[in-house]
Nanobody, 124 residues
Framework: QVPLVESGGDSVQSGGSLRLSCAASGFTYRNYYMGWFRQVPGKEREGVAG???????CYADYVKGRFTISQDNAKMTLYLQMNSLKPEDTAMYYC??????????????????WGQGTQVTVSS
């Protein structure tokens, strides 16, 4: 098991910024990848960004240039810096992780471990 705990969700105005954190523990192998997904009620969970254990990043087109994924390996913490937020970014944001190589953000099936989510609400 890889426990994941998200934090940092909040309500902000359009154009504002937030930084989400995901505390991870329990990784027993060197190669892993992590990502952020989001979901609104009634819709599929969609990928936002991914990062490999060697620091490669990948993003969905709808957040590219506004969001930045990063990790602090010493603290085993994943981050998502979100700038220029829009009302359509409103969603529950989930941290995900799994063992392997590569950078994955578009496929939920690539991830075995999920956090409970943190709510982001952007008002116009």
């Amino acid at each position: 098991q890889v426990p994941l705990v998200e934090s940092g969700g909040d309500s902000v105005q359009s154009g504002g910024s937030l930084r989400l954190s995901c505390a991870a523990s329990g990784f027993t192998y060197r190669n892993y990848y992590m990502g952020w997904f989001r979901q609104v009620p009634g819709k599929e969970r969609e990928g936002v960004a991914g990062i490999s254990s060697d620091g490669r990043t990948c993003y969905a087109d709808y957040v590219k240039g506004r969001f930045t994924i990063s990790q602090d390996n010493a603290k085993m913490t994943l981050y998502l810096q979100m700038n220029s937020l829009k009302p359509e970014d409103t969603a529950m944001y989930y941290c995900a992780a799994d063992y392997g190589v590569g950078c994955w953000f578009s496929s939920r099936q690539k991830y075995s471990y999920w956090g409970q989510g943190t709510q982001v609400t952007v008002s116009s």
